[in-house]
């Protein structure tokens, strides 16, 4: 009996009186049956894993590695997922071209390898782009067409990645560098055409234009002339040979070259133009008039040349036909109000320069500052010619 006061009696006294032994034996059998059911489920987990197939990202991946077609594809490892891979890749590429118009393209040692490859430009794109040296080259047309000259030298660029022997790219890539003052640039550009072309006529225009504004003016002449050689119809070379030959005060060779490109390319105010100058140069005025007003006729909105018309006016003293020359080609009274004091001014008419300075501030008080120079150059040097008279 115990305290509470009833017999305690024990379901099984033997169990209970090996009751610690058959705990720990108990407690081992459940440990070996749960370590051969974990060992089972382990084998079972292994053979569902051998069993699964791999992702398409990673199969992707595998076909990338082991397909040499498939080389220039990226396969990110995280896709955006707040933007479509689409935007991704436009946004990608803007940043590249951004970054292309901040830098120089070139280095000493030449292009810079600098350029994204696909992979770079696409790096959160699934499917590889496919761009042709065509649509490279069209989409650098249609920026020099915007003006924008450093994203079509990076179109450009990509095309001749793909094929550098496209010599009519490598021409306009030659003309956009001397455009922009890469004069070394220029030059590697159109020799490269004439390694594959040695007689290719506009390689040897363009390399001259480039010594042209490199001062070296012989060397120019020269490759102007293998040009002419090459393609005897090359009127644009002759035209450049006579800008050369006005530099050097050779007017008589300049209106050689000018007629021969004339000759070719009878319709052009431009050529009429240049002649008609070179002429003017040469003190030829009569000449000069007649040239110039063929020119105008041929393109009456040309501004050049109805303000070179007032110049020669100007030397033949019709200053009146001076006038209505210079509005023609200012399209602004006072402007050409301005150019006839300058004529009268050069003539040492400095009571005519006056008037028509005052006439050209009168027309515009605020916004003609040159006007009101001129006018006190023109003051300065009638109180000289008073000076001058009274002594």
Known sequence: MNKFGYTRFDINPILSSRRPKVLVNLFLLAMLLAIFVGCTHWENRKSRFRQIEPSPLQALKEQRIKT??????????????????AEDNAAAEDEEKKSYEKKSWFSASGPKSRFAAPDKLNQFATVAVVETVDEHERLGDQ???QGKIGLALWQYDRALRQNPHQANIHYKVGILCLKKGLTDEALKAFEEILKNDPQNALAYEGKGRVLMSMGELEEAKENFRQAIDFDPQFWRAHAWLGLIYDQQRDF?????????????????????NNLGMSYYLA?????????????????????????NLGLVFGQLERYQEAL??????????AAA????????????????AIQAFEKAIE???????????????ARSALAAEQTRNRD
């Open 252 to 272: 008589e060779s300049a209106t050689s070259e000018y007629s021969k490109a004339i000759a070719i390319n009878p319709n052009s105010s431009t050529l009429l």
């Open 143 to 145: 920026y020099i067409r």
């Open 363 to 377: 027309l515009r008080p605020c916004f003609y500052p040159k006007a009101s120079e001129n006018l006190k150059k």
């Open 283 to 307: 003190q030829d005025y009569e000449k000069s008039l007649e040239i110039l007003i063929k020119a105008s006729k041929i393109e009456p909105v040309n501004p050049t040349t109805y303000n």
């Open 337 to 352: 109000y301005n150019n006839l004091g300058c004529l009268y001014l050069a003539k040492g008419k400095c009571r005519e």
């Open 324 to 333: 209505e020359a210079f509005k023609q080609g200012e399209r602004d009274e």
């Open 68 to 85: 040499p077609e498939n080389k220039q594809k990226v396969w990110p490892m995280k896709q955006k997922a707040s933007t479509s891979a």
